[in-house]
Every structure is written in C-alpha cells, then in structure tokens.
C-alpha cells in the first residue's frame, strides 16, 4: 500500500509554531495549490484547493523559520486523517498533509529576515512517532 502526496503550491499565510506535551517542535501551515481549465464554453476557469500541511522536529524548525506567507514550496509527505473532541463534546475531523520533506521553490532573497536566503532543500524528516492532539 502506498501514501504518498506531493504538492507544490504558495503559502496562504506564515506557519503556525507549537510544540507538544514532551517539546517536540510543530508547524502547522495552508498550502494553496491552482488548476485552470476552459469550460465548455470556452471559458477560462480556475480553482484553488487548500491543504493543512503540518511538519515535526527538524522540517518543523526549518520552516517557522524561512517560510512566509505566499512562498512556492515542494511538499511530500503523507495523508492523516484524525478526530477528536472539541471543549463542547462536538466530534472533530480534519485530513491533513504530514509533511516529510520541503523545498523552497522561489529564488534567493524571499525568505524571513532573520534567516540565510540560499536554503533551498531541507532533504526527508521524519514524520510523528504517535498522534499530536492539536
């Protein structure tokens, strides 16, 4: 069986940085991929999809730190499914990309202020040991 997803799309705004329970670093981050297509008409059609992308450890430091809202990023990683309940008692769902490996596709001088501006592949991270409740 395989899981594997690629992606590559901007960035809808900068990455969300948490950390679980035991410190472990994560990023969450809106991934915005575009089709066109001409309808039967004739006319020009696009359409956005949206994705959840999150990041662990490694990846995750790397992307709070030179992602940006609107940068072009390869994304490779997996799908998850997960659920739980919110403070309410309402049953939650959401599928998100778990991310294992990011490069940053836009030229040299885009990234954060702080960071180099000549990184450009980060190489494969491992994906969670177990769940992360957030």
Known sequence: MVNKV?????????????????????????????????????ERVSKTEWH???????????????????????????????SWEDKEGVKRQTTEIVASDMKMLDSKGQAKADGPSDVVNTGSVNGPEEDVPF
Do not use: H, W
């Open 52 to 82: 959840r992308i999150v990041t662990y450890r490694k990846l995750a430091e790397i992307c709070g730190n030179y992602l940006v809202k609107g940068k072009m990023v390869f994304i490779e990683g997996k799908i998850q499914t997960r």
């Open 6 to 42: 690629i992606l590559i799309g901007r960035l809808g705004k900068d990455p969300e940085v948490r950390y679980t329970p035991d410190g472990t670093m994560v990023t969450n981050f809106n991934l915005a991929t575009d089709e066109s297509y001409k309808d039967k008409n004739g």
